[in-house]
C-alpha cells in the first residue's frame, strides 16, 4: 500500500508542474527590490546620495502619481499590472499539467511525453495501412487521441485495421487518464508512392 | 521533482497575484473614477502624516533619528531574506548516493549512481530503440528515489520501452537487496522537443 501512494506522489509530481520558474523569477525580483528599498533607506538616514530615488523622492512621486499622469496612462498601467496578476493568480490556481503521462507499471512510476506515444501511434497505424512517412499525423491531447490519414490515391484504404492497430495500441500502454480516439480520413490523397 | 515544496509556490504566487491585480484595479480606478484620485492623494498624504509622527518619536543614538525606521529598514531586510529563502528552496535533493549501509565496526557500503549508469548504459548498448539514457538519483519523502530517463527513438511503443525499464530495474533490485522507489521517464529526443511537442507524423 506504502509503495502504492510513493508511486502516484511521484506520478503526480512528474505530470504536473512545480511552477518553480515562475517562482524563481518572483523571488528574484522581490529579493532585488527590498535589498534597494532597504539599501536606500540606509542612505537617506546618514544623508548620502540617493542610488536612484530616495525614500522621500518616491513618496512624493507615488502619492502625486494621479496628479501627475493622464487618466488614460493610468488606466492603461492599471489594466497591465492586473493582467500581470490575473495571470500569476492563474498559473497558481490552475491545474499546471505537463504534456506527459503515465503508463500502468507493478513495480516503478512511469511517465511517457505525450509526442512518444503519439510518433508511436502514427507508425502503428503507418504499418497497419501500408502507407508512407508522413501520410498518417497523430495528436494527442488531454483526453484524446485524433489520426489523421491521408489514403494513398487509388488505394482503398482499411480503415478497421488502422482502428484495430490504434486500439490495441492503447489498451497496451493502460494509460492512467482515459482518451478517447478517433480516426479520420482526409479527402485529398497522396500520390501514389 | 526534486524537493521544491510545491504548495508553498502556488500560495505565494497567488499572494503575488491578488497583490498586483489589488494594484492594477487601484491604478484603473484613479484612471476612471472622478473621486478616486483624490481619496488616493488624501490616503497618501494621511500615510506620510503618521509616519512622520513615528519617527519622530523613540529617537535613537546618532543619525538613527528613531527606532521606528531602524524597524522599517528591519522589515525591509526580512523580506528580502524571505525572497532568498523562496528562491532557495526552489530543486535540491539530487545525490550520488543512491543507498547506504553500516556494517557495524567493520565500516559501511556506499552505492554510487554511477555504478547503476554504467550498468543501464552497458545494459542498452545494443537496443535500437533507446536513443540514450541516463541515470539520476534524489532524496524524496520516502527515502532516496531513483530516475530512470529513456530517449525513445521515434515511433517506437513506449509499452517497449516500459518493459526494458523493468527488466533492468528487476536487475538493480537483485543488486540492491531491497527495493527502492523508481521513476521511469520516456521523453522523445531533444529535436522532436523543440518543434511542436504533441503531433508526430
Redesign the interface.
Known amino acids: 500500500m506504502k509503495q502504492d501512494r510513493t508511486i502516484r506522489r511521484m506520478i503526480r509530481r512528474e505530470t504536473h508542474s512545480s511552477r518553480s520558474v515562475p517562482s524563481m523569477v518572483a523571488a528574484s525580483i522581490l529579493l532585488v527590490t527590498f535589498l534597494w528599498l532597504a539599501l536606500e533607506s540606509v542612505l537617506w538616514l546618514l544623508k548620502d546620495q540617493p542610488l536612484l530615488a530616495g525614500p522621500a523622492q518616491l513618496r512624493e512621486w507615488l502619492v502625486g502619481l494621479p496628479a501627475n499622469t493622464i487618466p488614460a496612462g493610468m488606466t492603461a498601467a492599471g489594466v497591465g499590472v492586473g493582467t500581470l496578476g490575473l495571470l500569476i493568480t492563474g498559473l497558481a490556481v490552475g491545474r499546471g499539467r505537463r504534456p506527459r503521462r503515465a503508463l500502468a507499471s507493478d513495480r516503478s512510476a512511469t511517465v511517457v511525453d505525450d509526442d512518444v506515444i503519439a510518433a508511436a501511434i502514427s507508425s502503428q497505424a503507418r504499418l497497419a495501412a501500408d502507407l508512407a512517412p508522413g501520410q498518417v499525423t497523430t495528436t494527442v491531447g488531454g483526453r484524446s487521441v485524433r489520426v489523421q490519414v491521408r489514403p494513398t490515391s487509388g488505394v482503398p484504404l482499411d480503415l478497421a485495421s488502422i482502428k484495430t492497430a490504434l486500439d490495441g495500441e492503447l489498451a497496451a500502454y493502460a494509460l492512467d487518464r482515459p482518451v478517447t480516439s478517433n480516426v479520420r480520413i482526409l479527402n485529398e490523397g497522396a500520390v501514389g508512392q | 521533482?526534486?524537493r521544491?515544496n510545491?504548495a508553498v509556490?502556488?500560495?505565494?504566487?497567488?499572494v503575488?497575484?491578488?497583490?498586483?491585480?489589488?494594484?492594477?484595479?487601484?491604478?484603473?480606478?484613479?484612471?476612471?473614477l472622478p473621486g478616486?484620485?483624490d481619496t488616493?492623494?488624501a490616503v497618501?498624504?494621511a500615510v506620510?502624516d503618521q509616519a512622520r509622527n513615528l519617527a519622530s518619536s523613540a529617537s535613537g543614538p546618532g543619525?538613527?533619528?528613531s527606532w521606528w525606521?531602524a524597524a522599517?529598514?528591519a522589515v525591509?531586510?526580512l523580506?528580502?531574506g524571505l525572497?532568498?529563502a523562496?528562491?532557495a528552496s526552489?530543486?535540491g535533493g539530487r545525490t550520488p548516493r543512491l543507498a547506504e549501509q553500516r556494517d557495524g565496526a567493520q565500516g559501511r557500503t556506499v552505492i554510487d549512481v554511477g555504478l547503476i549508469s554504467a550498468a543501464v548504459q552497458e545494459a542498452l548498448n545494443g537496443n535500437r530503440s533507446v536513443v540514450a539514457a541516463s541515470v539520476s538519483a534524489w532524496e524524496?519523502?520516502?527515502g532516496t528515489?531513483l530516475r530512470?530517463r529513456m530517449e525513445?527513438r521515434?515511433?517506437?511503443?513506449?509499452?517497449e520501452l516500459?518493459d526494458t525499464?523493468?527488466q533492468l530495474?528487476?536487475g538493480i533490485d537483485d543488486w540492491l537487496g531491497h527495493?527502492i522507489?523508481?521513476?521511469?521517464?520516456?521523453?522523445?529526443g531533444v529535436r522532436?522537443?523543440t518543434s511542436d511537442?504533441?503531433?508526430?507524423?
Request: proline residues 5%; without cysteine; positive net charge.
Open positions: 521533482m526534486r521544491t510545491r509556490n502556488r500560495i505565494l504566487l497567488a503575488l497575484g491578488i497583490a498586483l491585480m489589488g494594484s492594477g484595479a487601484a491604478l484603473i480606478a484613479a484612471g476612471t478616486a484620485a488616493w492623494a497618501g498624504s506620510t543619525p538613527l533619528r525606521l522599517g529598514i525591509l531586510l523580506g528580502a525572497s532568498a523562496w528562491l526552489q530543486g524524496s519523502r520516502s528515489a530512470l525513445a521515434k515511433g517506437t511503443s513506449p509499452r516500459a525499464a523493468e530495474i528487476q527495493p522507489p523508481v521513476l521511469v521517464r520516456i521523453t522523445s522532436s522537443r511537442s504533441r503531433r508526430a507524423k
